[in-house]
C-alpha cells in the first residue's frame, strides 16, 4: 500500500478497489517479515586471512575461538597475542603450524591492512583497547566480534552442535548466550545416533549422481535435486546411514525416473547376489 503522502486524491476508484484486493491477497501468501534476527549462513573461511587478537593463559573464550575456525578448515590465520599463552592455543600453535601465524605481542594498527583480514575477532580483557580495535575495523570494512560485547559485534558465535557434516547453531542473538547452550544441548539429544552417517553417505550418494549426470543446464540441475529429494523424503534416517556402496548403485540405476523404496532395492539385491551364485 502507498504511504498517506503517495494516496491518490479523492475516493478510490473500482480498479483501484481492485488491485487493492490483489495486493491484500498477495501479502496473505507471503511470509511476514520479522526483523531483529541475524543472516545465518555457513561461511567458509580456508584461505581467508583471518585475525584473532588475543590469548593469554586467562583468555578460554580465545582458545574457543581458535578452535571454531580450526574445525571450519580456516588455513590463513594470524594470532596477536603476547605471552603466556592459553595452554590450549599454545597446543595448536605446534599441531597447526601451517594454518596459524603468531606474533607474540600486542595489536597494531597495521595489523588490519597487511593484510586486511576477512573477519577479525578479539578475545581480550581490557575494554578500552577492545573498543579502539573495533572501530578501526568498522572504518576498514573488516567484520568483527569483540567477545562478550555483544553491541561491538557485527556476528556472533552461536552454541554450535558438531556431528560429522552435521552442524547446528543455536543463537539468541546475544539475548541468553545460556539459554542457547540449554537448546542446543535439547536438540542434539532428539537427533538419531546415525544421523552423521546418514548425512555422509547423502553426500556420497550425491556425488555419484553428479558423476553419471553432469549437466549444468537448469533442467539437469533440478532433475538431480528432484531425485535427491525423493531419496531423502522416502528413505529414513537408519536405511540411509545403513546404505552400501553398492545399493547406491542400485539405486542410482533408476535415475530420473524411479527411486526405488529401501525394501525393494534389499530384494533387487538379493535376487542380483542369487543370480550370480547360479552362474
Known amino acids: 500500500m502507498p504511504d498517506d503522502d503517495d494516496a491518490p486524491d479523492g475516493p478510490p476508484t473500482a480498479a483501484s478497489q481492485n488491485e487493492e484486493s490483489k495486493d491484500d491477497g498477495n501479502a496473505e501468501e507471503y511470509p511476514p517479515i520479522t526483523p531483529g534476527g541475524s543472516l545465518m549462513l555457513a561461511w567458509q573461511p580456508r584461505d581467508r586471512p583471518i585475525l584473532l587478537v588475543g590469548g593469554g593463559s586467562r583468555m578460554q573464550v580465545a582458545a574457543s575461538r581458535l578452535d571454531h575456525l580450526l574445525n ?25 603450524p601451517a594454518s596459524i601465524v603468531h606474533h607474540p605481542r ?31 575495523a568498522r572504518a576498514a570494512n573488516i567484520p568483527t566480534n ?37 537448546i542446543r544441548d535439547r536438540i542434539a539429544e532428539s537427533l538419531p545416533s546415525n544421523i552423521a552417517t546418514a548425512i555422509a553417505n547423502v553426500g556420497i550418494l550425491r556425488r555419484k549422481l553428479r558423476g553419471i549426470a553432469p549437466g549444468n543446464t537448469g533442467s539437469d540441475i533440478s532433475q538431480r535435486m528432484a ?27 533408476g535415475y530420473p525416473d524411479a527411486v526405488t523404496s529401501y525394501d525393494d532395492l534389499r530384494r533387487a539385491k538379493v535376487e542380483l547376489l542369487l543370480s550370480d551364485t547360479s552362474l
Open 106 to 136: 600486542l595489536f597494531l594498527p597495521s595489523d588490519l591492512t597487511d593484510p586486511p583480514p576477512s573477519l577479525l575477532l578479539t578475545a581480550i580483557d581490557d575494554p578500552a583497547v577492545s573498543s579502539t580495535i573495533q572501530l578501526l
Open 227 to 253: 531425485f535427491m529429494s525423493r531419496v531423502c523424503d522416502e528413505w529414513s534416517f537408519e536405511q540411509l546411514a545403513g546404505m552400501t556402496d553398492g545399493e547406491m548403485d542400485l539405486l542410482l540405476a
Open 146 to 182: 569483540v567477545a562478550d560485547v555483544p553491541g561491538l559485534c557485527d556476528f556472533y558465535f552461536g552454541a554450535i552442535h558438531r556431528s560429522g557434516p552435521l552442524q547446528i547453531m543455536v543463537s539468541t542473538n546475544g539475548n541468553g548466550p545460556r539459554l542457547a547452550a540449554t
Open 72 to 96: 571450519a578448515s580456516a588455513t590463513a590465520i594470524t594470532l596477536i597475542a603476547p605471552p603466556p599463552l592459553h595452554p590450549l592455543i599454545a597446543h595448536r600453535l605446534a599441531t597447526h
